[in-house]
C-alpha cells in the first residue's frame, strides 16, 4: 500500500467489501506473469490473490482512465454474462461506450464495418474470454486493462488488475469500485462521502431469478389489496345510515307508483 499515495489509499470498507466478495480467490491454475500478485496458495490448491495489489492497480487504472478529456472515448467490453450488467452500469455512469455480450471481429481494425470504433482505451473483463479484443487492440496501438485472475494470460496488456474475475460478486464490486475511483479522481463526486449507488446494481441477476422475485411480489401484493379491500368494504357497511336501510322495499315503491293520480294533474300544452 506504500505505492499509493494518502488521499487514495482503501478504507477498511474497502478491505472488507472485497473480501466478502471473494475478490481474493483465484483459481488452482495460475499464469507465470501473475505470480507477483498472488499471496500463497491454500492447502486445496487455491490460489490467494494479494488484495492490497489489487488496490494499487485499481488505483492506478482509475487515474488512467481519468486523464483521458473524453470517457466516451473509453470502451468498456464485457463478453463473460457476470460482467455484462457492470460493464454497462460503468458506460452510464462513468459516460464510456459498452460492447456487452459477443465481441465483432473487425470491431478495431475494419473501418468498413457498422461497429468500427476507435477508442483511446478499452478495459476487459477477463484476458481469455475478451481475447480478440485484446488481440485487435494490440493491432492499433490501443491501451488495455484487464481484470486477471490468477490464470489469465497478460499478453498485450498494459493494466493488470488482479482479482477474482469469476465470481458475479467479484466483478460487480470491481467495475463498481473503479467506476467509484474515476468519479472521485475527476471531481464529480466527493471522496469524503459514500456514492449513492449501491454497489448491487451491478451485480449480476439471473433472469429466472428476476421473473420468479416478480411473482412473488405480485402475489404478496395482491393478498395485501384483496385483505385491504374486504376491510374497507365492512367498514363501509358499518357506515350505512340507519334511515337508509329503511327505505321502502322495490314492491312499495311500485304501489306508490300505482296510488298517483297521474290524470288529475292539469295538461301543460293543449295541441
Known amino acids: 500500500m506504500s505505492k499509493v499515495p494518502t488521499a487514495l489509499q482503501a478504507t477498511d470498507k474497502d478491505m472488507k467489501l472485497l473480501l466478502a466478495a471473494q475478490s481474493?480467490?483465484?483459481?488452482?491454475?495460475?499464469?507465470?506473469?501473475m505470480v507477483p500478485y498472488l499471496w500463497k496458495k491454500r492447502a486445496d490448491g487455491i490460489h490467494v490473490i494479494n488484495i492490497g495489489k489489487t488496490w494499487e492497480k485499481l488505483v492506478l487504472a482509475a487515474r488512467v482512465i481519468a486523464s483521458i478529456e473524453n470517457l466516451a472515448d473509453v470502451t468498456v467490453i464485457s463478453a463473460r454474462p457476470y460482467g455484462q450488467r457492470a460493464a454497462l452500469k460503468f458506460a452510464q455512469y462513468t459516460g464510456a461506450q459498452a460492447i456487452a455480450g459477443r465481441f465483432t471481429p473487425g470491431t478495431f481494425t475494419n473501418y468498413i464495418t457498422k461497429s468500427f470504433r476507435e477508442p483511446r482505451l478499452i478495459i476487459v473483463t477477463d484476458p481469455r474470454t475478451d481475447a480478440q479484443a485484446i488481440k485487435e487492440a494490440s493491432y492499433?496501438?490501443?491501451?488495455?486493462?484487464?481484470?486477471?485472475?490468477?490464470d489469465s494470460p497478460l499478453s498485450f496488456v498494459d493494466v493488470a488488475i488482479p482479482i477474482n474475475n469469476k465470481g458475479k460478486h467479484s466483478i460487480g464490486l470491481a467495475w463498481w469500485l473503479l467506476a467509484r475511483e474515476v468519479l472521485r479522481i475527476r471531481g464529480i463526486i466527493p471522496r469524503t462521502s459514500e456514492w449513492d449507488v449501491m454497489v448491487d446494481m451491478f451485480f449480476y441477476r439471473d433472469t429466472e431469478e428476476q421473473e420468479k422475485e416478480q411473482t412473488e411480489d405480485k402475489e404478496q401484493f395482491g393478498g395485501e389489496m384483496n385483505s385491504e379491500w374486504n376491510g374497507q368494504e365492512q367498514e363501509w357497511a358499518g357506515d350505512v345510515p340507519a334511515a337508509a336501510l329503511n327505505q321502502p322495499a322495490e314492491g312499495e315503491w311500485g304501489a306508490a307508483a300505482e296510488n298517483a293520480e297521474w290524470a288529475a294533474e292539469p295538461a301543460q300544452n293543449s295541441w
Request: hydrophobic letters at 40%; one cysteine or more.
Open 24 to 33: 481474493h480467490l483465484g483459481t488452482k491454475n495460475r499464469d507465470i506473469n
Open 140 to 150: 492499433v496501438n490501443i491501451p488495455v486493462i484487464a481484470f486477471c485472475d490468477s
